[in-house]
C-alpha cells in the first residue's frame, strides 16, 4: 500500500511501504487528525481511465486521503479549486476521498511532483507567496500578473479587517473579525462606503455602496514572506464625507514595483464614520460618540501588525499616507494615543489641520435625528442607510473628529503643538495650483506648522510643492491643482487609471481653465517628463517609506529647517528639475 510518510518539515507521498497508523500531526499553524493515504498509482490511474503517463502527472492533484479533519488556528479549512468553488469529496467502495492539491493550497503549502523519487512532496513550511495566502483570520485567494516593469505583483481585494458594522454594531468602534472556513475569494473587490454631499462625479458615481465596508486592498511585488519590504498604507481623500480605498488610481502596480507593500483602506465616512450625538454619548461606557471612522483605521493597522508578513512586508517599518481628507486622516492617526507603535513613518498630502468644534459637531448630530424623527437607537439603527445619508445632506450634517479622550485626547492642533502624538518621520507639502488658489484655506500655515512642531520635538519633516501640469492643459491656463500629483506618485504617468478625468480635471476647469468645461474632457498629452517625474516621485515616496529619508540617487532632499523653510520642489515643466528651495511661507496666498 502507499502511504503518507511525515516527517518534520514535509510529507512525502511514496510508491512503497508499510502500513501506517492514523497519524496526527501537531504545529503552531495546522493540525492533521486521521490522516492516511490509502490510493495506490495504480487506482488513481483506474480512476481517471486514462494512461499510466498521464497517471503520473495527476498525482500532484489526486492523491486523496481518508477522513481528513483539518483545522488553522482553531478554525476547520474547507478545500475550494483554483475558481475558489468548494471541492465536494466523494465516496468509492465506502471510502470518502479529498485531493491533495485543494487540501494543501488550503494550508497554503507548496506542492511538487518529484519525479526522480517518484513521489508528491509538500512542504509545510514553505515560505513563498501564491495566489493563496493564510491570515490571522483564514486562507485568501488572490491573483498573480506580470506588472509594468516585468515582474509578478501578487493582489488581493476585499479583505475583510473587521466584522460589518451594520445592524447593532452601526455607530460601534470596529469590531475584530470573526474567522472563516475555506478560502476567501479575494479577486474582486469589495463595495464602497455610503458617500455623503458628492460633488465631484467621480466619487459621486461610486458603486456598489454599503454599510458592510470594513475592507481593504493588498498589492504585493514579494517573492517570499521574508523580504521585510517596507508597508504603505494609504487612506484616501474625500473631505471624510466621500472617496474609497477601491479607486483603480490606489490599485494599480507601478508604486507596489518599486519595492513596498501597498495596503489601501476603505473605511465608514460622513455619518456612519464620525457622528456625534447625544444618545449615542448616553450609551457609550466613556460618554462619548464620534470617531468610528478612526477606530476603522486603527483597526485596519493592527490587521497590518498581524498579517502583512504573510505578504513580504515588514510590521516594524510601516508607513501611512494619504491626501487631502486623507492627510488629516493620518494626522488624525498621528494623535491618536490609540494608534501609537502602529506606524513609523507619515505622508499628508495636501492635508489640514482646520478643525470643527464639538459644539458644532454634537449640534449637528442632534439636529439629525431630530429631521429622522427618532426618539432611541433602536430606531436610528434600524433605519435604512440610504434614509440616513438623504437626510444628512438635506440639513448639511458636520463631519470631523472629536476629543473623546479615547482615540483623541487632545485637537490635532493642540497635540502637534504640545508633542504629545506619535513620533514619526513626516513629508508633508501641497500643490502650487491649489495653493494659488486658496483652495484649502490655510493650507501653507498648516504644513509650516507641522513641520516646526515636528523638529521642534526632533523629529525629521521633509516638505514639498508639487507643481507639474500636462502641456497642453498648461497651453489651457491650467496648473497643478488639488489631487494632482496623485497621478505622478501613483505613476499614472499615461492616465490608464483615469486619474487625471476625476479632481485634476474637474478642479482645472473649476478654478484655472478658460476654454473648457467639466462635461468636455480634453485627454492630457503626458510625455516623457510627466513619466520621468512620475518614476522619480514613486521612488522618493518608497524610498521615505524604506528609510525615513525622501532622498535618492541624485537629489538630495534636505531636511525642514524652520529657519530657511527649505522645501523639494517637484516639477519638470521648463526644463526644470526637483530641487530645493527655500521660504514656504511665501507661498502663502493673502
Not at 135 to 148: F, L, N, P
Not at 314 to 338: H, W
Not at 450 to 475: C, H, R
Not at 498 to 521: H, I, K, M, Q
Request: net charge negative; glycine share 8%.
Amino acid at each position: 500500500n502507499n502511504i503518507l510518510d511525515v516527517s518534520h518539515r514535509q510529507w512525502y507521498f511514496c510508491t512503497g511501504g508499510t502500513n501506517r497508523p492514523p497519524i496526527k500531526l501537531d504545529g503552531g499553524m495546522c493540525n492533521m487528525k486521521k490522516v492516511r493515504a490509502i490510493v495506490s498509482c495504480c487506482t488513481i490511474a483506474a480512476l481517471l481511465a486514462t494512461t499510466a503517463a498521464a497517471a503520473t502527472e495527476s498525482i500532484t492533484r489526486t492523491l486523496l486521503y481518508q477522513d481528513i479533519s483539518i483545522t488553522v488556528d482553531g478554525t476547520e479549512i474547507i478545500p475550494t479549486d483554483v475558481n475558489g468553488e468548494v471541492v465536494e469529496p466523494f465516496v468509492m467502495d465506502g471510502t470518502t476521498y479529498l485531493p491533495l492539491r485543494a487540501v494543501s493550497e488550503a494550508l497554503g503549502y507548496d506542492v511538487e511532483w518529484d519525479a526522480e523519487n517518484n513521489r508528491v512532496v509538500i512542504s509545510t513550511e514553505s515560505n513563498s507567496i501564491r495566489e493563496v495566502v493564510q491570515t490571522d483570520k483564514g486562507a485568501i485567494r488572490g491573483i498573480s500578473e506580470t506588472g509594468t516593469y516585468g515582474g509578478v505583483v501578487h493582489s488581493y481585494f476585499g479583505i475583510p479587517y473587521a466584522e460589518a458594522p451594520v445592524g447593532d454594531l452601526r455607530w460601534r468602534p470596529a469590531q475584530e473579525k470573526t474567522p472563516w472556513s475555506g478560502i476567501l475569494d479575494c479577486r474582486e473587490m469589495e463595495a464602497n462606503s455610503y458617500q455623503f454631499g458628492t460633488n465631484l462625479a467621480n466619487f459621486a458615481n461610486l458603486s456598489p455602496l454599503s454599510e458592510d465596508c470594513l475592507y481593504l486592498n493588498v498589492i504585493t511585488p514579494a517573492e517570499t514572506t521574508d523580504e521585510e519590504l517596507p508597508v504603505m498604507v494609504w487612506f484616501h481623500g474625500g473631505g471624510l464625507a466621500m472617496g474609497t480605498g477601491n479607486e483603480a488610481t490606489y490599485n494599480n502596480t507601478r508604486l507596489p514595483e518599486q519595492g513596498c507593500v501597498i495596503v489601501s483602506v476603505v473605511m465608514r465616512l460622513g455619518a456612519f464614520g464620525l457622528l456625534n450625538n447625544s444618545m449615542l454619548d448616553a450609551e457609550s461606557e466613556t460618554g462619548t460618540s464620534g470617531n468610528y471612522m478612526l477606530s476603522d483605521m486603527i483597526a485596519a493597522l493592527e490587521w497590518v501588525q498581524n498579517n502583512i508578513e504573510a505578504f513580504g512586508g515588514d510590521q516594524n517599518n510601516v508607513t501611512i499616507f494619504g491626501e487631502s481628507g486623507g492627510g488629516k486622516k493620518v494626522l488624525a492617526l498621528v494623535a491618536s494615543p490609540k494608534a501609537a507603535g502602529l506606524f513609523q513613518n507619515a505622508i499628508i498630502q495636501s492635508g489640514s489641520l482646520r478643525e470643527t468644534s464639538s459644539e458644532i459637531l454634537k449640534a449637528s448630530g442632534d439636529k439629525l435625528f431630530e429631521t429622522l424623527g427618532v426618539t432611541s437607537l433602536e430606531e436610528a439603527r434600524a433605519l435604512p442607510a440610504e434614509e440616513i445619508v438623504a437626510a444628512c445632506n438635506e440639513i448639511n450634517v458636520s463631519y470631523d473628529y472629536c476629543v473623546d479622550g479615547v482615540y483623541l485626547e487632545q485637537t490635532l492642533q493642540e497635540a502637534l503643538a504640545s508633542g504629545e502624538y506619535n513620533h514619526v518621520n513626516l513629508m508633508i507639502g501641497g500643490n502650487k495650483g491649489e495653493i494659488q488658489s486658496n483652495f484649502i484655506e490655510g493650507i501653507v500655515p498648516s504644513i509650516v506648522d507641522a513641520a516646526n512642531n515636528v523638529t521642534a520635538y526632533g523629529g525629521n519633516a521633509y516638505v514639498y510643492l508639487f507643481d507639474q501640469t500636462p502641456a497642453n492643459w498648461v497651453e489651457m491656463g491650467g496648473r497643478a491643482v488639488h489631487a494632482q500629483e496623485m497621478a505622478y506618485m501613483w505613476g499614472d504617468y499615461d492616465n490608464v487609471s483615469r486619474t487625471f478625468n476625476g479632481g485634476p480635471w474637474e478642479l482645472n476647469c473649476a478654478t484655472w481653465f478658460t476654454d473648457a468645461d467639466v462635461n468636455s474632457f480634453v485627454e492630457p498629452e503626458l510625455d516623457e517628463t510627466d513619466r520621468a517625474l512620475s518614476e522619480i516621485m514613486m521612488d522618493m515616496w518608497v524610498q521615505f517609506a524604506r528609510t525615513g529619508n525622501p532622498s535618492i540617487a541624485g537629489t538630495l532632499w534636505e531636511k525642514w529647517s524652520p529657519e530657511k523653510e527649505n522645501y523639494m520642489v517637484l516639477s519638470m515643466m521648463n526644463s526644470t528639475t526637483p530641487h530645493m528651495e527655500a521660504g514656504y511661507s511665501s507661498l502663502a496666498v493673502e
